[in-house]
Nanobody, 116 residues
Framework: QVEVVESGGGLVQPGGSLRLSCAASGFSFSTWVVNWYRQALGKERDLVATIFSDGGGTNYADSVKGRFTISRDIARNTVDLQMTSLKPEDTGLYYC?????????WGQGTQVTVSS
């Protein structure tokens, strides 16, 4: 069964850190482009970070550059998103997406709330 599952969300104060993890089952992340998206309440889903399959290059939305880091753990078959210096505007439902060719797998999302 092919599945993508996110974990690690929660409530954190402004300036704090969280590490999200995206685990794949039924396929290997190593040959897929993996993205993290987030969706704030009432807004569209926005791309936050991408890790590419060839060489593991990365790309980030301007709003998170220098604060978020996406990484791939081939042994664990996960893609993590380390988030630091969190701001209230980082609040949202964070989704993991794996894409290869015309195939796309989405997780159910994990909630991140940044609030004092």
């Amino acid at each position: 069964q092919v599945e993508v599952v996110e974990s690690g969300g929660g409530l954190v104060q402004p300036g704090g850190s969280l590490r999200l993890s995206c685990a794949a089952s039924g396929f290997s992340f190593s040959t897929w482009v993996v993205n993290w998206y987030r969706q704030a309440l009432g807004k569209e889903r926005d791309l936050v970070a991408t890790i590419f399959s060839d060489g593991g290059g990365t790309n980030y939305a301007d709003s998170v550059k220098g604060r978020f880091t996406i990484s791939r753990d081939i042994a664990r078959n996960t893609v993590d998103l380390q988030m630091t210096s969190l701001k209230p505007e980082d609040t949202g439902l964070y989704y993991c997406n794996a894409r290869r060719g015309g195939v796309s797998h989405w997780g159910q999302g994990t909630q991140v709330t940044v609030s004092s």
